[in-house]
């Protein structure tokens, strides 16, 4: 161990050098990558759409953040900016809980919705929030994204979903329940208008989001070893009194067996997304009308 003393901050900061994991360093200039086991500067992770740069591992990236990664800078037009989370229940120290999680994410529950454009194409995204409550998913969750794929369902526009989410919200109880299925009815009819869904597994996709909207994709992607399931592995292995393969519920076992399309790393998520609508020539309508307008002022 070695302390040094910031004189600014008037406090000691401790930096471990120990090679073990219990050890790694723990302050705000540094991570130990759970993926190569080094000592990454932070800032390094972060400029790297929060992938380590040595082993490629995803670490978790904000909302809004992966917004920006995905639509064309300035197109983003969000949806239900603001919708004030109910307590149906009356559950114990909900509110409280809502309270903090709002300061924490300056977001008003756990799912952003909007429409904007990828590489021109427009398009209807859902991004969840792991900041809040571990982006689980209560009635306002299911009622924004109900409304973001009704939305795109009027108006003939494809739809990418990013799930982040810890699974059904238990201080709604039922309520989030119900919202597996109004979000699985939603998408039945971007299905009978022939629209694409994009559904994007990231770390953790898990619980109730899994057993509705996030498996229903036309085209499922994840990224690198994201945990992908409905129960935790430590309750299957005590259910079924068996030990589970190695990686079990990883997004690369699951490509294996067949419950996913593609993995796709964060750099190449827009690039392969556009790849996909544009082989659905979405947008025909918008795209003769910019190509008329061009020839006129030409």
Not at 215 to 223: F, K, Q, R, T
Request: glycine share 6%; hydrophobic share 35%; with cysteine.
């Amino acid at each position: 161990m070695i302390k040094k003393f910031l004189s600014s901050k008037k406090k000691y900061i401790t930096v471990s050098f120990d090679n073990k994991k219990e050890n790694s360093v723990n302050d705000k200039f540094w991570i130990y990558c759970k993926g190569c086991e080094e000592r990454i500067f932070k800032k390094e992770i972060e400029d790297n759409l929060s992938v380590c740069p040595k082993c490629s591992t995803h670490y978790k990236l904000e909302a809004r953040s992966r917004i920006s990664l995905l639509i064309d800078r300035g197109s983003f037009v969000e949806f239900n900016s603001y919708v004030d989370t109910q307590d149906p229940l009356t559950f114990p120290n909900y509110i409280d809980k809502l309270d903090v999680a709002k300061n924490k994410s300056k977001e008003c529950d756990a799912v952003i919705t909007g429409y904007g454009r990828m590489y021109g194409i427009k398009t209807v995204i859902c991004v969840m929030n792991p900041d809040f409550m571990m982006g689980s998913m209560g009635s306002i969750v299911g009622d924004k994204i109900t409304y973001a794929i009704e939305y795109a369902a009027d108006n003939n526009l494809p739809i990418i979903i990013c799930s982040a989410s810890g699974g059904a919200r238990m201080q709604e109880g039922m309520v989030s329940l119900i919202q597996m299925a109004k979000t699985s009815q939603a998408l039945a009819k971007l299905e009978k208008k022939s629209l694409p869904y994009i559904s994007l597994l990231t770390d953790p996709t898990t619980g109730g989001v899994t057993a509705s909207f996030a498996m229903l994709g036309d085209i499922i992607l994840a990224e690198p070893n994201a945990l992908i399931g409905f129960a935790g592995p430590r309750v299957i292995e005590q259910t079924i009194n068996q030990k589970l393969p190695d990686g079990f519920q990883s997004s690369e076992y699951l490509l294996e067996t067949g419950f996913i399309d593609k993995i796709v790393s964060r750099s190449h998520l827009k690039s392969s997304i556009h790849e996909i609508l544009s082989m659905h020539n979405l947008n025909h309508n918008s795209n003769i009308a910019i190509r008329k307008k061009e020839v006129n002022n030409a």
